[in-house]
């Protein structure tokens, strides 16, 4: 990708204003990547603002202290209708930036994707997606380097070091491979500190966050010869809790940690409708289940937003078509 990462660069050096945003929902590859370009960018002198449709989950919030975040609301439009540049990290779809698609649609900057998934959608004006990767992030780092070692200062590495952590599930999903551990040695020789990262992503979080997991635990069942197992998570759960659907990053790794269990779902009823996170084990493209409800993603990790839909419709539906692909 030699080439393409010199056109970017061109882009980068030419434009004087930056916005970049994330899908919604963000997770650590997300705003690791915004904050780790934002600071790169920012450092070449260039006027950036980044601009997410949702909030920042609170055991991210570290990042922002490197780089602030903005929640979209229509007053932010200008920043979006006269910037020189749009950037869009981690996603490749406006469905997952919605509220901001209508300006991004009517602004005249040019639009950059830096992205790792699969099936992209036509919207910008230079794609540098790499779907082989683990992380944006790890993405990323490949473009500062290409431009300038030295450019990897030590809040752009944590940044990385966060994104490519939480992408890769701790270093241990299928895509975690060699490049990926030179690439994170590099970054610690940086100065990063992997304990002090992972306690502020995984170990500070509310007690309320431990009784969502205890009874998400009681609601995980499994069918289809023990093949498939879900978790079902109804609204009066966050109620009961007091949390809310960014307190679940991290429940899909218990549906697969179950003995011969190789496909797990987690259902979580929005005022909306239903998210799904699909997760399956070795060849089996999960993904292909998330498309016929109109989501994507990765082979082994995917996720579907249904509208206008029952929790228990949506269950039905979602399982029936999962044991199809079984």
């Known amino acids: 990708m030699t080439e393409q990462f010199a056109n970017l660069h061109t882009i980068f050096n030419s434009k004087q204003s930056f916005v970049i945003t994330t899908h919604v929902n963000p997770d650590g590859d997300a705003i690791g990547s915004e904050v780790a370009l934002a600071l790169f960018l920012s450092n070449k002198g260039k006027k950036v603002t980044i601009i997410n449709q949702s909030e920042t989950p609170d055991h991210l919030l570290f990042l922002t202290d490197f780089f602030p975040v903005k929640i979209y609301s229509g007053s932010l439009d200008h920043h979006i209708l006269n910037t020189d540049c749009f950037c869009v990290v981690d996603t490749n779809s406006p469905k997952r930036f919605s509220a901001l698609a209508d300006a991004v649609h009517k602004s005249k900057a040019y639009k950059i994707c830096i992205d790792h998934h699969l099936e992209q959608e036509h919207f910008a004006d ?26 990897i200062t030590k809040p752009i590495a944590d940044a990385l070091y966060t994104g490519i952590m939480t992408d890769t599930g701790s270093f241990k999903f299928p895509k975690t491979d060699a490049e990926t551990h030179i690439i994170t040695a590099d970054l610690l020789k940086r100065g990063v500190d992997p304990y002090s990262i992972y306690q502020s992503v995984f170990e500070s979080g509310e007690i309320n966050n431990l009784h969502l997991l205890g009874k998400a635990l009681e609601r995980i069942e499994v069918c289809h010869n023990g093949l498939i197992a879900s978790m079902v998570l109804p609204r009066s759960v966050f109620n009961e809790t007091k949390t809310n659907e960014a307190d679940v990053e991290n429940l899909t790794q218990y549906v697969l940690s179950i003995k011969n269990v190789v496909v797990g779902l987690v259902f979580i009823e ?39 839909i029952g929790l228990r419709e949506a269950v039905e539906a979602v399982i029936e078509k999962t044991k199809e692909i079984l």
């Open 126 to 151: 230079q794609y540098i997606v790499d779907t082989d990767v683990p992380a944006t992030s790890e993405l990323l780092y490949r473009i500062f380097k290409s431009d300038n070692p030295e450019s």
């Open 270 to 308: 929005l005022d909306e409708g239903v998210k799904v996170s699909f997760r399956s084990k070795g060849n089996i493209a999960i993904n292909t289940v998330a498309k016929q409800f109109g989501g994507g993603g990765h082979m082994n990790a995917s996720g579907a937003r249904l509208k206008n």
